[in-house]
C-alpha cells in the first residue's frame, strides 16, 4: 500500500485491489443555514451540509459552551446530525451556533450560525408596594426583558417622564436582552408619594408595571427617665396599620 498526498491534505491511498481517497471536510453554502431572525414561539430548522471524504459527521454546539435547551426542563451541549430542529424557540435559543464538521482527516471545520429572537417586552416588579419615610433615600425597582432592545424609562401617575438629574436618579443596567430599572429618590418628599410606572418599548409592542410609593408617619414622645436613659416610644403608622415599637437613647 502506498500514500500519495495530492493537495490540501487530499491523500490518496493505493493498494493492488483499492483506491481510497481521504477528504478533509468542507461546509457548503448552501443549503447550510445563514444567520436567522425569527419570533419567539416559533418552529426552527437549522441545517449544514459538508463534503469530504470519508462523510463528515455534524455536531451542533453554542459558541460559548452554554448548554442548548431542548423542553421540558432539559439541556444538552451538543446536537448530532446535519439537521437541527428547535420548537417552540424561546429567548434562551438566542446567540450563536456552531456547526461543526468532522471526518477523522484534518483539519475540522465550522460555521459560525447566529440565531436572534425577537419578542416584546415584558415586566417583572419583585415590590409593587413600596413604603418611605420623608427624607430617607429610596430606590425603586423593575426588571424587563426585550428584544430587539427596548427603551426604557420611569414616569408619575400622570405620565410624565422623569428625567435624569435632581433628587431623581434613573439607572438602566443591561445584560444581552434583559435591563434592570432603577429609580433612585435621594430625598423623599410629600410630593414624592404617590404610583410610579417602569415603561419598556420596542418594535413589537409596549409595556409597563406599577409601583406604588407610600408614606411612613413617624412619632416620637419621651416616656419616661430610667437609671440616666431617656425612653422613647415610637408610634409607626404604616398605611392603615399601627406598630409601637421602644427606642432607647443614651443620654
Not at 6 to 21: H, Q, T
Not at 219 to 227: A, D, N, P, V
Request: a positive charge.
Amino acid at each position: 500500500v502506498c500514500a500519495i498526498n495530492l493537495y490540501r491534505n487530499v491523500i490518496a491511498y493505493l493498494s493492488e485491489s483499492e483506491f481510497i481517497m481521504s477528504i478533509p471536510p468542507d461546509i457548503l453554502d448552501y443549503p447550510t443555514s445563514t444567520d436567522m431572525v425569527v419570533r419567539e414561539g416559533t418552529n426552527v430548522t437549522l441545517r449544514c451540509a459538508a463534503t469530504g471524504s470519508p462523510q463528515p459527521n455534524i455536531t451542533w454546539r453554542r459558541e460559548g459552551g452554554e448548554p442548548i435547551p431542548l423542553g421540558n426542563g432539559q439541556e444538552t451541549t451538543s446536537v448530532e446530525g446535519a439537521v437541527f430542529n428547535i420548537t417552540r424557540v424561546n429567548r434562551l435559543h438566542m446567540g450563536a451556533y456552531l456547526c461543526i464538521a468532522s471526518n477523522g482527516v484534518p483539519p475540522t471545520v465550522s460555521k459560525r450560525i447566529m440565531l436572534i429572537v425577537h419578542f416584546p417586552p415584558m415586566i417583572w416588579i419583585q415590590n409593587q408596594l413600596v413604603g418611605a419615610h420623608e427624607g430617607q433615600q429610596m430606590t425603586l425597582e423593575c426588571h424587563s426583558e426585550a428584544y430587539p432592545k427596548s427603551i426604557n424609562y420611569w414616569t408619575r401617575e400622570r405620565g410624565e417622564i422623569i428625567a435624569q438629574g435632581g433628587k431623581y436618579e434613573p439607572v438602566l443596567l443591561d445584560n444581552a436582552y434583559k435591563v434592570h430599572m432603577k429609580l433612585t429618590i435621594k430625598s423623599v418628599s410629600l410630593t414624592d408619594f404617590g404610583s410610579y410606572k417602569c415603561v419598556s418599548k420596542n418594535s413589537l409592542g409596549d409595556t409597563d408595571g406599577s409601583i406604588k410609593l407610600y408614606i411612613i408617619h413617624i412619632r416620637f414622645r419621651s416616656k419616661s427617665t430610667m437609671l440616666g436613659r431617656v425612653i422613647w416610644e415610637a408610634t409607626v403608622n404604616m398605611r392603615s396599620n399601627n406598630a409601637n415599637a421602644a427606642w432607647v437613647k443614651l443620654r
